[in-house]
């Protein structure tokens, strides 16, 4: 089964958008004139949605790849072990990118890669699974969440409380909220057990319900169902889009609202709260249903690959290293100069549009310099070395 345009292309906008938020949200602090950029690089072009995007290719991936295989006849036992092997690798590689790149105060935040890994195991489980259970699951997840998050003070995690967005509270007063500090891990074991099931940057719940809608919606794909579904699915993804901006606006005219904890409330990423999760899967259905129809729906009139498709193939191939890495251009040094001269330079190093400007100069020289490494083989890429330690189970 060859490689589907739009995943790339989803995995691409997904990483771009990752990118042009994480620049700016380290290196600047959004403080004064630079309000609205900073607004929109983090909450806007990719902050909040391009996680999203990003962990709901996880579960359509792992369909692909398993139909994949099947076709070329790989035994089971085989498959079987290697997604073990390939989730439990993904999920220590999450711990030790926390560790070597931002340090082991950051160890326990539980990371995307960390998610991506434990999500790769659990869907092999999922495989057996009818999808009318799965989406059924899903659903109890999305409203089960704040009722589970209730029983713990979760704002001692992030500050001890949540404050209104900068330049956007101008035009809609407690419209999104950011907590006022990052999680950076719980005090005991239990804390960090906790953390990683319900509280982390993206614990279990709610973020498996992504993977999940993504493992559904890769099987009516490799069924050639999705054609039919697209309509469907376009008319749900902006009805979840309506009721998570029509639930954040109702929460934000309440008094008295928890963040994490209530159902009319307004948005939050971190923790992501129930009108956020609604908003963010709205934009993933409507998104990849549209680029699909673009790239996928239609393979018998596929015209020769503009520059955007070309880019969005090498760039998804790559994902993993694009995201390790990106993250070491800026914190490697940073805590280099830290422990020479005392002073941390994170979210004050330069402004917000300096900091977007080496956002997308990254992005650009990752096309030609990931060429050039394809061309050797991707040698001693991430994606490498995960094929290095799956090559015994082919």
Same mark, same amino acid.
């Given at each position: 089964m060859q490689r589907v345009d739009s995943v790339d292309v989803l995995r691409a906008l997904a990483l771009i958008g990752m990118v042009i938020c994480h620049f700016p949200i380290y290196l600047?602090?959004?403080?004064?004139?630079?309000?609205m950029l900073y607004f929109f690089t983090n909450h806007l072009l990719g902050g909040d949605f391009g996680a999203s995007w990003f962990v709901f290719l996880v579960g359509m991936s792992q369909v692909l790849s398993a139909k994949k295989r099947e076709a070329n006849l790989v035994k089971d036992v085989s498959n079987f072990s290697r997604t073990i092997i390939r989730g439990a690798a993904i999920f220590i590689t999450g711990l030790?990118? &926390?560790? !070597?790149?931002?340090?082991?105060?950051? &160890?326990? !935040?539980?990371d995307i890669l960390t998610f991506i890994g434990a999500m790769t195991i659990i869907l092999l489980i999922c495989r057996s699974v009818p999808s009318r259970w799965l989406l059924l699951f899903c659903v109890t997840v999305f409203f089960i969440t704040p009722w589970l998050r209730s029983f713990i003070d979760i704002a001692s995690f992030y500050g001890g409380k949540f404050e209104s967005v900068k330049w956007i509270s101008d035009i809609i007063p407690n419209f999104i909220f950011d907590p006022a500090i990052d999680y950076k891990g719980g005090k005991t074991v239990l804390d960090n057990v906790i953390g990683f099931f319900l509280i982390g940057q993206f614990p279990l719940f709610p973020w498996i319900i992504f993977p999940l809608t993504g493992f559904v919606l890769g099987r009516r794909m490799t069924a050639n169902l999705l054609a039919a579904d697209s309509p469907f699915i376009l008319i749900i993804g902006m009805m979840f889009t309506f009721m998570g901006l029509f639930t954040a606006y109702a929460g934000s005219i309440r008094t008295g609202f928890s963040v994490p904890n209530d159902y009319i409330v307004p948005l939050s990423f971190y923790p992501i709260s129930f009108s956020m999760i609604m908003l963010v899967m709205g934009v993933v259905l409507i998104l990849f249903i549209s680029i699909w129809r673009i790239y996928d729906a239609y393979p018998d009139s596929a015209k020769a690959p503009g520059f955007f498709l070309i880019y969005s193939r090498q760039i998804s191939k790559y994902s993993l290293t694009i995201y390790i890495t990106h993250f070491a251009l800026f914190f490697i040094p940073l805590r280099i100069v830290k422990s020479i001269t005392?002073?941390?330079?994170?979210?004050?190093?330069?402004?917000?549009p300096a900091a977007l400007t080496l956002a997308v100069v990254v992005l650009m020289l990752y096309y030609p310099l990931l060429k050039q490494w394809d061309k050797a083989g991707g040698k001693y890429s991430f994606e490498w070395l995960l094929a290095k330690l799956l090559s015994r189970y082919k």
């Open positions: 600047s602090n959004g403080a004064g004139n630079d309000a030790l990118f &926390l560790f !070597v790149v931002e340090g082991y105060e950051e &160890l326990w !935040v539980w005392g002073t941390y330079y994170m979210k004050n190093l330069i402004s917000t």
